[in-house]
């Protein structure tokens, strides 16, 4: 899924450029008032860039802001289209979708953060907590789990 060459080329040239100027995620989204999980998903083309953000972009990387406008333009809606079998039920649905939606930005967080390395299921603790907005309440769902790092022998 982190495929540079199927992705469309304001991704790929914004991708090229992050890891050229060794920036992360992080940096990238502090320049962008944006969190990092969004500013990853951008770069993977599954999320929608504003005029705004297309020209911080452009500044930050040295990049022309009109073909980067244009390339954004021409890539047409972020690829959000996800395929999950099986799943209906409208509470675990959701959540799927999401991993399958943001998976590789993620990932490509994940990996900026701790190192390649793979996420322990069976040493994870999840906690749901309520978050009260009036009328309609939000959840958080927080994954806590073990991270081992692979290694070369």
């Known amino acids: 899924m982190n495929n540079i060459?199927?992705?469309p080329?304001?991704?790929?040239?914004?991708?090229?450029?992050?890891?050229?100027r060794k920036l992360s995620?992080?940096?990238i989204a502090e320049h962008l008032s944006h969190d990092e999980v969004w500013t990853a998903a951008l770069f993977y083309g599954r999320a929608t860039p504003?005029?705004?953000?297309?020209?911080a972009l452009a500044d930050l990387l040295n990049l022309s802001p009109q073909t980067l406008e244009d390339d954004f333009r021409t890539?047409?809606?972020p690829l959000r289209e996800v395929s999950i079998s099986g799943a209906t039920?409208?509470?675990?649905?959701?959540?799927q979708e999401a991993i399958a939606l943001y998976g590789p930005a993620i990932?490509?967080?994940?990996?900026?953060?701790?190192?390649?390395?793979?996420?322990?299921?069976?040493?994870?603790?999840?906690?749901?907590?309520?978050v009260p907005r009036g009328k309609d309440d939000?959840?958080?769902?927080?994954?806590?789990?073990?991270?081992?790092?692979?290694?070369?022998?």
Request: charge should be positive; include cysteine.
């Open 107 to 130: 990932r490509s967080v994940v990996v900026e953060k701790m190192g390649d390395g793979a996420v322990s299921v069976p040493d994870m603790k999840v906690r749901v907590e309520k």
């Open 89 to 95: 039920d409208p509470v675990i649905y959701p959540f």
């Open 5 to 7: 060459d199927s992705l």
């Open 25 to 27: 995620f992080a940096q």
């Open 75 to 77: 890539a047409g809606p």
């Open 50 to 55: 504003t005029l705004k953000d297309i020209h």
């Open 9 to 20: 080329p304001a991704c790929s040239k914004l991708l090229h450029e992050k890891a050229r």
């Open 138 to 153: 939000n959840i958080r769902l927080i994954l806590e789990s073990k991270y081992t790092l692979y290694k070369s022998w």
